[in-house]
């Protein structure tokens, strides 16, 4: 299943105001990120969720917000005891909003996919095989570890084991038995 989160929408929403396009305040983030949380919660029955998070029409975001928005979404969706099998994908993210999320995604150790006019790339904190694999797995549209090792010249040990933290960190998913990166395009 695939959701979209228009993030202007919901913060319109949450503040109650339909002039206000700005992401600023821990309290607004993480008011923002309980509404995101509770539209997650109603598709908790179906299964793998892939939701598009859009910053698209969000003029501005600030240290604090993308901590809230962004960084404690990830990290609650990537802990040992997620609430569902959800991954996500940002989009319209800006150079407004990239200096903010870069920062939280350095100081966590966290990492997102990305799509840019049409492109899907991961950014953040990665390890050269996480990084190789989730290449690899995006190039391939639906792999499986072996394949993946042959892509990137390693062991199907080290891919399978860089598939699965792509997996924990909700940047790959593992659809009948293949992983499918986030974002991958359709077949």
Known sequence: MMNHIDISSVLRQTLACD???NLVTRSTGAAVRDQIEMLLGESHDRGIVLTVIDFSQVSMIDFSCADEVVAKLLMRYASDDPPQDAYFLFRGVSGDHWDAIEAVLERH????AVEDSGNVQVVGVLS???RRAWDATYRLR???PMEVAIAIGTSVEDAADALEALRRRRLVMCVDGQYVAVGSPRE
């Open 19 to 21: 002039l206000y396009s």
């Open 109 to 112: 150790g966290l990492a997102l």
């Open 128 to 130: 050269d095989d996480e």
């Open 142 to 144: 639906r792999a499986e």
